[in-house]
């Protein structure tokens, strides 16, 4: 039996569901350390990390070099060793300046001196959530929230965890490979894990494309009584937070909260590497698995690259562009970002990056709406886009708030099926923000 | 270095699916040619020519609309195409070209460019554009021929045809015209008297199935308005017909497979989700017995749905689906 929730859809074709076919069988390649990265101090969600060096200063792979800047915040470390040739703002897969550490590579990979196992068993629970802290964990399958605060504020409320590696995004095989090539190191992520949040039952959620993952992990699992493997239905977005916690648990996370107040903790496969890499080398977060894929890349791969590396060289050692790109996005196709350049650095929640040669988009001059309805039977979060477009486009704040735009996760669905091709979720998220806007106007007025 | 000139920055989602509104109106008008081919081989080639100068008119009135109010043209994506051929279907196939232009432009004009045109018109335009010429020439609109004879193929006044009329089988049924009831083979093959589209009803299934196949619409609206209506006939038959029998014929006439595929379907004018999909069908289907057994008309089909698709926005509203994670108090039962 395998789990789903109700929504959603099937990018793809028939031959080529998904469109993973042109990575999903090519192995984790790992990338020559490149001779110079780029580490920006905002990685993840939350204050960005405080520099630690400056220019000049010699560091040692493993290096922290920025620290934590607040709670919800995670340190950065030096991805090679080498000297830090400059600390300024630099292109970040945002679009705009970040501040980060250049790091020329000497290429002796010296590890630095803190990098060694941890004993997970002597040390407190404390202890154990600091250490994922200072190892810059975050969520790698591209939300990129701290984990420690997932941890954190999890214990005592969450009494099930799930692995997240649905990798519903069309194209990314990133979590595929590392499934396939690794189950090890996630599976004893996992254990960590469930220990240090003291949980009762653990699904390691997977689709059913990846089914030749299965048999290597239920043997892992074999004879574990909290963990268990969870055969997801393929179907977008499946990875989304909320829907994977419906699929597999049945519970809804209620609106406008968070996954633990259903009781939920939910980690990507490669955070529980992560975590795994964190306690049994000592090894904070330093590379990362990125599919490098699309109609404009000469040969699609899996490529292991350190963090900071410029994404060009990925696509270098993937043969260059076999067309000039029209379009170029950092994670999948449904949530990524479109960049302008490729001379942005890999980050640690760099999943995937993409390059189309055709116009994938499909978008036209003046959609008009034809009311089909295709798109209120895909939302996952069972909205009625139709109507909130209508009301967005009428600039009608009143009734987007009325139709819930708010519990909108920008998935992409609606717009994804949308015959007429009216952008609704670029619709949705500026009424979103707008809605915000006016909801604290209203508490900044009502406080006066 | 790579050329990255090309490169365009839009917001996510980076693919879509491929059909767009001119495919799946393709869909609609290859899902039509069933009937299409069943029509003329038993009317005639008129029939073809009648759904040709109906498209046409469709085409140029939507076109000189388009010019009036400066928009760019829109009859590309084939909605006004569908429109043709549906109001050439609902009308009898001796009538005069000239009527059929005017319910043509009333249908494209009236009914849909002035309401903003595609997805803004709220009830069917090629309804709207039937219940007109129904209302304007009832004679003309009501003139069958017995199947197997052929209209002129281009005369276009009434009397030449008297003498080869015929009576709906619902007609019959109602009393309102005398005459044998045709078979309940013949019906569904097409070998009676009725409107050009639904005489064959196996040929309006095969392009409903189609339909369906292609996801173009779903099987909620014909289900819900089919059933209703075998269902109703089934409890309480008609005209001194037995239970079974009063079934099959409330279901292959009357133009049913018709409105319950191609008409109640139709986006613009229908329910958004599928509960409200559901409402709307049981709505078409309980009026369509309704007017059928109790009102003028013995054909129920076409003012069910226009009277249904004046409560389109409210079925919308209340039967909107409950939010994923809404708190447990305020959800309605689904
Ligand atoms: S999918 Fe597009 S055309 Fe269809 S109802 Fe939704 S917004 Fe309108
Ligand atoms: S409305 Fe929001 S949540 Fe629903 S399908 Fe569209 S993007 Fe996804």
Redesign the interface.
């Known amino acids: 039996m395998a789990y789903t929730f109700r929504g959603g ?1 099937h ?1 793809g074709t028939k031959d080529d569901p998904g469109f993973k076919s042109a990575t999903n069988t090519k192995p984790i390649e790992v990338l020559k350390a490149p001779d110079q990265v780029i580490l920006p101090v905002s990685m993840h969600i939350g204050a960005p990390a405080k520099v630690l060096v400056k220019k000049g200063d010699i560091v040692d792979l493993g290096q922290m070099i920025a620290e934590a800047g607040g709670f919800v915040s995670a340190p950065v470390h030096a991805s090679v060793s080498g000297k830090v040739i400059d600390v300024a703002p630099r292109l970040h897969q945002n679009g705009s300046k970040v501040m980060s550490v250049v790091i020329e590579n000497d290429h002796e990979d010296r590890l630095h001196e803190s990098v060694k196992p941890k004993d997970f068993e002597s040390m407190t629970n404390d202890e154990r959530i600091q250490a994922i802290w200072d190892a810059g964990i975050v969520g790698h399958g591209g939300a990129t929230f701290p984990t420690h605060v997932k941890i954190k504020s999890g214990i005592g409320k969450c009494d099930t965890i799930l692995i997240n590696g649905a990798e519903c995004e ?1 194209y990314i095989t990133s979590d595929h490979r590392l499934l396939l090539e690794r189950p090890e190191e996630i599976v004893e992520g996992v254990r960590y894990l469930v220990k240090i949040m003291g949980v009762k039952q653990a699904f390691i959620c997977i689709e059913l494309n990846k089914q030749d993952t299965f048999a290597k992990i239920e043997q892992l699992l074999a004879g574990d009584p909290i963990i268990k493997l969870a055969p997801l239905e393929c179907r977008y977005p499946q990875g989304a937070e ?1 829907q994977l916690i ?1 699929a597999v648990t049945g519970r ?6 968070l996954p633990a107040d259903a009781g939920c903790a939910v980690f990507n496969v490669d955070t529980a590497g992560a975590v795994y890499r964190c306690f049994a080398k000592g090894m904070p977060v330093i590379r990362r698995v990125v599919t490098v894929s699309g109609s404009a890349i000469a040969e699609p791969k899996n490529l292991e690259a350190r963090v900071g590396t410029c994404v ?1 060289e990925l ?1 270098d050692a993937c043969g ?2 076999k067309k ?6 950092a994670g999948g ?10 001379d942005v650095p890999v980050l640690k929640g760099t999943n995937a990056f993409l390059a ?1 040669a055709e ?8 959609p ?6 295709r798109c ?2 895909v939302c ?5 886009p ?2 909130m477009n209508m009301f967005a486009s009428r600039n009608n704040l009143e009734g987007c708030e009325e139709y ?1 735009v708010l ?1 909108c996760i ?1 998935c ?1 669905s609606c ?7 009216i ?1 609704l ?2 619709q949705f ?1 500026v009424a979103k923000m707008r809605v915000q806007e006016k909801r604290r106007a209203e508490a900044a007025a009502a406080k006066k | 270095m790579y050329d990255f000139s090309k490169v365009v920055i839009t917001s996510s989602p980076h693919i879509k699916s491929k059909e767009d509104t001119r495919s799946i109106m393709c869909d609609v008008l290859i899902a039509l040619l069933p009937s299409l081919f069943v029509s003329t081989y038993v009317f005639g080639l008129r029939v073809i020519l009648m759904t040709a100068v109906s498209v046409a008119a469709c085409l140029v009135f939507e076109t000189i609309y388009n010019k009036i109010v400066g928009k760019a043209n829109t009859i590309g994506d084939l909605s006004a195409a569908v429109t043709g051929v549906l109001l050439a279907f609902v009308c009898p196939v001796t009538l005069p070209y000239w009527m059929l232009i005017v319910g043509a432009g009333v249908s494209i004009i009236l009914a849909k460019s002035l309401f903003g045109g595609l997805g803004k018109n709220f009830i069917n335009p090629a309804l709207a554009g039937r219940a007109f010429l129904l209302a304007s020439w009832p004679v003309a609109m009501t003139t069958w021929v017995t199947a197997g004879s052929r209209a002129g193929l281009l005369s276009n006044s009434q009397e030449t045809l008297d003498a080869i009329t015929a009576a709906t089988p619902l007609a019959i049924i109602k009393g309102s015209a005398e005459g044998d009831l045709p078979s309940i083979a013949s019906m569904l093959w097409g070998m009676c008297g009725g409107s050009m589209g639904e005489v064959s009803a196996i040929a309006l299934l095969i392009g409903g199935a189609y339909l369906l196949f292609r996801k173009v619409i779903s099987f909620h609206t014909p289900a819900a308005y089919i059933g209703t209506v075998a269902v109703l006939t089934l409890l309480f038959p008609a005209g001194g017909l037995g239970h079974v029998q009063s079934m099959l014929y409330g279901l292959f006439s009357g133009g049913l497979m018709l409105g319950a595929f191609f008409m109640a379907t139709d986006y613009s004018t229908s329910p958004v989700s599928h509960k409200g999909q559901v409402v709307f069908g049981i709505g078409c289907g309980l009026l369509t017995v309704m007017i059928r057994y109790f009102g003028g008309y013995p054909e129920g089909v076409c003012y069910s749905i226009l009277l249904m698709n004046t409560t389109v926005w409210l079925i919308d509203k209340y039967t909107r689906p409950t939010k994923f994670g809404a708190p447990a108090k305020q959800k309605k039962e689904g």
């Not at chain 1, 116009?359 to 003046?366: A, I, L, M, P």
């Not at chain 1, 008009?368 to 309805?373: P, Q």
Request: proline share 11%.
């Open positions: 859809i990018p069309p909320k419906n809804e996370v209620p609106s406008g909260k060009t696509i260059g562009f000039d790109p029209n379009k170029l996005l196709p449904m949530m990524g970002n479109a960049q302008f350049t490729t189309f116009d994938e988009d499909k978008r036209v001059k003046d008009t709406c034809i009311r089909c309805g209120v039977g996952p979060m069972h909205l009625v139709v109507y819930d519990d920008e992409g717009a994804y099926v949308c015959p007429a091709r952008p979720v670029q998220r």
